[in-house]
Structures are given as structure tokens and as C-alpha cells.
């Protein structure tokens, strides 16, 4: 069984013009959300294989607070170009090419590459907010077999959910 967990990342800060989009930081609700989100996951998942982010700033600290709550296994996040600003298509391509040996993943990105690829994997149409957390159960042992409603959506959280 393979374990994908797409994480968007947390609200970005909009208030210096000069930056460009991907080099914007997380802004204050932002980086309220991302620990508690991590946190919750991490009760949730004792065990992640891997953490690949988007190299975007709001992504990149998105992914950072994932990464520290599962020091144990001494995570470190590892950065594709390829997230940033992809299509579904390309998404899945990230997807399909994983280690097999990988069986839990984390996933850190942007909308709407994320919602729109959790309604092609799952059937299920997701509106994704800001550090929502979409976890996806494929009854595959290889990466490369997942398609199109393959997939099982397994939780959905978000920072507003009342647990």
C-alpha cells in the first residue's frame, strides 16, 4: 500500500509588492497553522519515508515545521522545481516517478495543482484552503501503478476543521 499526503502550503504573506510570487513568506496566520497542522498530522502518522517541497518560500517553511515534528527519523525536505506552479499532469508525474521503496510520502505545494490532483486520484472533489492536509491510500506496491480514481481519500484537514 502506498501513502500520499499532499500538504498545500500555509498562507502567504502578500504585503511587500516588490517580492515575487515565489519567494513570498508565510505571514502570520500562516505560521500559526503550519505547527498546529504538523502536529496533528504527526499524532495521526508515526512514519513518513519522505518530504519533497516546492523550492518556494511559503512552501519551503511549510514544509520545514512538517520536517521538525518527525526528527526521530531525521527528515530532511527535499526540494522539486517541478512543484511550483504545476500542472495536474505534471504532478502526477512527480507522483508516478517515486522510489518504490517510499511507502508514506509528503507532498508541499500550491493550488490548484493540489486540489485539482486529489480530485483526478480520488473521484473526490476537494477545495484545498491554506495548510490543508489531503491524505490519499493507493492498494499498489509500486508508484508507477496509481491512475486515475485509484485512489482512496482517506482524511482531509484543514486549520478552521474543528477536531
Known amino acids: 500500500m502506498k501513502r500520499l499526503i499532499l500538504i498545500r502550503h500555509a498562507k502567504s504573506d502578500w504585503a511587500d509588492p516588490s517580492l515575487k510570487d515565489f519567494d513570498r513568506p508565510l505571514n502570520a496566520r500562516g505560521l500559526r497553522d503550519a505547527p498546529k497542522m504538523s502536529e496533528r498530522l504527526v499524532i495521526a502518522h508515526k512514519s513518513i519515508d519522505a518530504i519533497i517541497s516546492s523550492p518556494a518560500q511559503r512552501a519551503k517553511s511549510t514544509a520545514a515545521f512538517f520536517a521538525n515534528v518527525y526528527l526521530d527519523k531525521k527528515l530532511k525536505v527535499q526540494f522539486e522545481p517541478r512543484i511550483y506552479d504545476a500542472s495536474i499532469f505534471q504532478l502526477f508525474g512527480i507522483v508516478t516517478e517515486l522510489d518504490s521503496e517510499l511507502d508514506t510520502v509528503i507532498l508541499v505545494g500550491h493550488n490548484p495543482g493540489f486540489s485539482e490532483l486529489t480530485t483526478y486520484l480520488c473521484g473526490v472533489h476537494i477545495q ?36
Open 128 to 163: 484545498m484552503p491554506t495548510c490543508a492536509v489531503a491524505e490519499l491510500v493507493f492498494e499498489v506496491d509500486d508508484w508507477k501503478l496509481i491512475s486515475a480514481n485509484s485512489g482512496r481519500l482517506v482524511g482531509f484537514d484543514y486549520p478552521k476543521k474543528e477536531i
